[in-house]
C-alpha cells in the first residue's frame, strides 16, 4: 500500500522522468498553424473566468473552439458572456455543432482539439481523474480546477494517471494560483534563505459570511436528485469534498508552500451551528491543526457564519521574525517581512511593491508560455497533495479523530466508485432520506466517513 512517503517519492521520480524527455515526445503545432485551440469542459463561473484568462495571454494566437457541460443553460450563457466581450470575439469560434451537452460532452469537446492543444477542466472535482484520464489519451495539454481529488484512492490514481501526462511532456497547470502570485515567490525565497528563522507555526484564515455555494436549500420539484447535487456541488462530500477541499485549500496550500512540506498528521474540531433550512453535508466552522515532521504547526480556520469578524490570510511565524503571507484573499497578496512577531509597519524589514499582477491570469501566462516554449510543466502532484492535505483536515473534523497522513491516503473509502458509469437519468451516488435531508458529519459519534455516503 502506497504511504506517504512513497507518495512524496513517486511524485519526484514522476517529475525527474519529465525533465529526461527527449524531443521524439515533444507536443508541437504544425509550422504553418501556431494556433493555440481551447475547449471549455465545464462551463461554470470558474471555468468560464479560466478561459477569459486564457484568451487574454497575448504572446500568439490561441482560440476557445468546444465547450461542454450537463446544463444547456450555462452552455448558452457562458457562450454569449464570453462572445459578448469585444476583444475576446475573435478568439471565440464556438457554433452550435461545438456547443456539447451531456456527461459524455467532455469527449465530444476534446475530440475537436488536435494534440498538443488545450482542455480546462472546471467541472465538479468528483469527476477531475475520468476527464483527466481521457486529455491524457488525447495528447491535450490540461488546465484543471482545484480540488484535484477528495479522498485517498482518487488521490493516488491521479498520481498513476499524470505518470503517462509526464511520459508524452503535456503541460499540466492546476488551478492553485496563488503559486504563481509574484510577490509570494519572492516570500517563499526569503523564509527558505532564513530571513525570519527558523519557520515553526503558521496560521490562516477564511473567515466570511455564509456562502451560498455551499449552503444548499432543499431539492426543488423539476429536477433530479443527480443533477440538483451537481447543480449544488459545493455542499455535497461525494462530488467536492465540500466547503473544505475547495475554500480552504488555497490557505493550506500556501501555508504548506512556505514551509516547504507537506503535514504529517492532523486534528481538528468544527460544527453545523446556524444551518436553518441548509441541507447540505458542510460544517460551518473549521479549526484545523496541522503538524509537520519537524513539530512544526499549521492552523487553519474557517468559518461561514454571519455577523461575524472576517479574514481572509495567511501568516508565517520564525524564531528571528515574522511574515504575511497575504492579506487580501488570493490578490492583492502584499506579501511582508518583520523583524519580530509584532506585524505592525515600523517593524517592517521588507514588502513586495504595489500594485502586483493578478496571479489568476499569471498562472495562465506560465502555461501559454510553457506549451509554446515546450517547457516541463506538470503542477499535477503538488496539486494532488494540496488536494489530500485539505482533505485530512476535512476527515479529521468530520470524524474528530487525529489521522495521519499515511493513514489518508491508504483509506479505502472513495466517496463515488464508479462514477465514469454515471447517466444522466440515473440515481446519484447519495440519496436524501424521507425528510429531504443527507447525512451530516457526527464527530466522535460516527469515527469513519463511509457513512457520509
Known sequence: MSNRREFIKRSGQAAAIGAMVTGAARQAHAAEDNTIQIALVGCGGRGTGAAQNALSVDNGPIKLVAMADVFEKNLRNKYEALHGVKKFQARVDVPEERRFLGFEAYREAMDCLRPGDIVILATPPAFRWVQYKYAIEK???????????IDGPTSLRMLDINKKAVEKNLKVAVGLMCRHCRGRRELFDRIQDGQIGELN???????????????VMPKPDGISELMYQIKNFHGFLWLS????????????DEGCWMKNDWPVKAMASGGRHYRGEHIDQNFDSYAMEFTFADGAKLMVDGRTIPGCKQEFATFAHGSKGSAIVSTAGHLPAKSR????????????????????PNPYQLEWDDLIAAVRNDETYNEVERGVMASAVASLGRMAAHTGQEITL????????????????????????????????????????????EYLT
Open 139 to 149: 495528447g491535450l495539454n490540461v488546465f484543471m480546477e482545484k480540488p484535484v481529488t
Open 201 to 215: 507555526m503558521l496560521r490562516a484564515y477564511r473567515l466570511a459570511g455564509p456562502t451560498a455555494s455551499a449552503a
Open 241 to 252: 469534498g465540500g466547503a473544505v477541499s475547495d475554500f480552504l485549500i488555497h490557505n493550506i
Open 337 to 356: 517581512i518583520f523583524k519580530n512577531q509584532d506585524m505592525r509597519p515600523e517593524n517592517m524589514t521588507w514588502e513586495f511593491p504595489q500594485p502586483e
Open 406 to 449: 499515511d493513514q489518508f491516503l491508504n483509506c479505502e473509502h472513495e466517496f463515488a466508485p464508479g462514477i465514469e458509469s454515471l447517466t444522466l437519468d440515473g440515481p446519484s451516488p447519495l440519496q436524501a432520506n424521507a425528510e429531504g435531508k443527507y447525512p451530516v458529519p457526527m464527530p466522535g459519534l460516527v469515527k469513519k466517513q
